[in-house]
């Protein structure tokens, strides 16, 4: 049973968490062995986060399934079977109903209740928390479990709204079965989320057309069961597999090669490649020679490899052409992991419509138009992405000291502290929040989570009621972040990563909205500041 909706006499909360995904979730599980009473406030009728809203044909990790689980609980560990090695999107959902079921954590989470705005007051060095439905609450803290991707948007595409068929954006995707057999269907948008759908709605649908504006560099997922041996084999390994997580520059199994791309024999190079590509997961993104993402000739060389590998694969010349990216280099962007993706396009049953050549003019009561001709379909699929990392917060009317607005505060891109806490917004924490080393999600957020965790049970055991960021400290984070970044090809590179969205108004400029270091560097410079007893924040 979900929490019931408090009366008047109930808001009053030590921390309120927005959001009961892997992180809102986890978070609420480590404040409740505090004794603290809190609640949980979550938009939608379940949990799950990405994996409650995301319901999309063809949805699943591109992360190994088992480094994806939570690896607090060993007794949870120990009870749950994974059928694959990448988890399609119903099992996912299942685990994490599992984990709110096992540590009965609904009692604490309230659900239809969107959050329209958080102010902090000053007097009572508290936050004010309004719903959309206009019920409110107050709590000492405000802790966001919003995630990096969850305010999907929308083409800014006239006559969106008069489509008389059925359409979607994959991140609201109904609840309800939607079939495909024997219809026209119009895919838009080919990141990964539109990977994933497209070769999915292939199988099955009368006739596919998809509308790319910027192809991908792809590569194969190589997913497989996994066996009730191998599973007992994975479950004796865990200490080791997570051991190898906290170790790896961005918390999964595969780390860069420390060659580099010109120190083996081509022979080599080409071996070590075609290994990579016929190896499951992201070995060949993640797993590649260390000078790929900061070497523009090793980038060259490697994204020459995979254009050759979709060119085998692509029958048409032409077609394949249009599928392999002009504009950016291999893994500059969040490489979508496919299963025979590149031979849909084989198919006769769909069609590739290139929109930089023949752009959509406007969506019509029957399909779409674009410069060269109209369309009729059934069903529209929107694979139109998200208003990344900061579109969660932009969201919501969060002010801090004075009223400040939390999305004036980054106008110009993300200012943070340790990608956790902003200046002027004191009580407020971040859970994978702009400038938090992503990587593997799961691991990064019972990082984050516990960090989180140690320096509310500091202040709760030095009487302390106010917690913020200085501005040094923030300066000191933020720049630290940004110098990161430089002579990584992927920041000369428009994407979700970089800021960059032309769904959404004000955001074609890019930013630095993430943290590009390793984990464990991550990590190092966050306990350090906790041995330190929190030196660098202002606590009081």
């Known amino acids: 049973m979900a929490a019931p909706r408090p009366t008047s006499a109930e808001t009053n909360y030590d921390a309120i968490i927005i959001g009961a995904g892997i992180s809102g979730m986890y978070q609420l599980y480590r404040l409740r062995e505090l004794g603290m009473n809190v609640r949980v406030l979550e938009a939608g009728t379940g949990v799950g986060g990405t994996w409650y809203w995301n319901r999309y044909p063809g949805a699943r990790f591109d992360s190994e399934s088992y480094s994806y689980s939570y690896s607090f609980s060993d007794e ?9 090695h990448f988890a399609g999107q119903p099992e996912t959902l299942r685990y994490l109903n599992h984990v709110a079921d096992k540590f009965d954590l609904r009692k604490d989470i309230q659900f239809r209740s969107r959050v329209a705005s958080a102010h902090y007051q000053e007097a009572t060095r508290s936050w004010d928390v309004t719903l959309e439905d206009g019920s409110r609450f107050n709590s000492r803290l405000l802790i966001t479990a919003v ?15 008069t489509f008389k068929g059925q359409s979607f954006h994959t991140a609201r995707w109904p609840h309800e079965p939607v079939t495909f057999e024997g219809k026209r ?19 099955t649908a009368g006739q596919l057309t998809v509308f790319q504006r910027t192809p991908n560099w792809c590569a194969p997922l190589h997913n497989g069961k996994i066996s009730a041996e191998e599973m007992a084999e ?3 390994g865990y200490p080791e597999m997570f051991q190898r997580c906290q170790e790896t520059f961005a918390c999964f199994l595969h780390t860069p090669d420390p060659r580099g791309t010109f120190e083996v024999s081509d022979q080599e190079r080409e071996a070590f490649w075609e290994k990579l590509y016929a190896s499951p997961g992201f070995g060949i993104w993640q797993g590649n020679f260390r000078d790929m993402l900061t070497n523009r000739e090793a980038n060259a060389a490697i ?19 249009k599928l392999i990216p002009k504009n950016h280099g291999f893994g500059t962007r969040r490489v979508p992991l496919e299963t025979r993706y590149y031979e849909v396009y084989n198919q006769k049953n769909v069609k590739l419509v290139d929109i930089s050549e023949t752009p959509i003019e406007r969506i019509t009561p029957n399909g779409i138009k674009t410069s060269d001709a109209e369309y009729e379909f059934d069903i529209i699929i929107y694979a139109t992405g998200f208003d990344a990392v900061t579109g969660s917060f932009d969201r919501i009317d969060i002010r801090g000291v004075d009223g400040q607005r939390l999305k004036d505060r980054w106008k110009y891109g993300p200012e943070t502290y340790l990608g956790v806490m902003v200046n002027g917004f004191p009580n407020m924490m971040m859970l994978i929040g702009p400038h938090m080393a992503l990587g593997n999600i799961p691991r990064s957020i019972e990082y984050n989570v516990e960090w989180v965790t140690d ?9 302390m009621t106010r917690l913020e960021a200085t501005e040094a400290g923030v300066t000191d984070w933020t720049d630290h972040v940004k110098s990161l970044g430089e002579g990584l090809l992927s920041n000369e590179v428009n994407s979700w990563m970089t ?40 606590l009081a």
């Open 76 to 84: 949870l560990l120990q009870e749950w079977d994974w059928s694959e």
């Open 147 to 161: 995630g990096p991707l969850s305010a999907p948007t929308m083409p800014r595409i006239e006559g969106v709204d």
């Open 185 to 203: 269907i119009a895919v838009i948008g080919t990141g990964a989320t539109g990977v994933q759908t497209i070769q999915e709605v292939a199988k």
């Open 234 to 236: 994975i479950r004796a």
């Open 303 to 321: 994204s020459d490899f995979v254009a050759r590998k979709i060119r085998q694969r692509v029958k048409d010349p032409k077609v394949a052409e």
């Open 455 to 463: 320096l509310v049970r500091y202040a709760r055991d030095h009487d």
């Open 499 to 538: 800021g960059v969205n032309s769904n959404v108004e004000g955001k074609q400029v890019r930013i630095v909205n993430r943290y590009s270091g390793s984990a464990p560097a991550y990590r190092a410079r966050c306990d350090e500041a906790a041995a330190a007893g929190y030196k660098e924040l202002a």
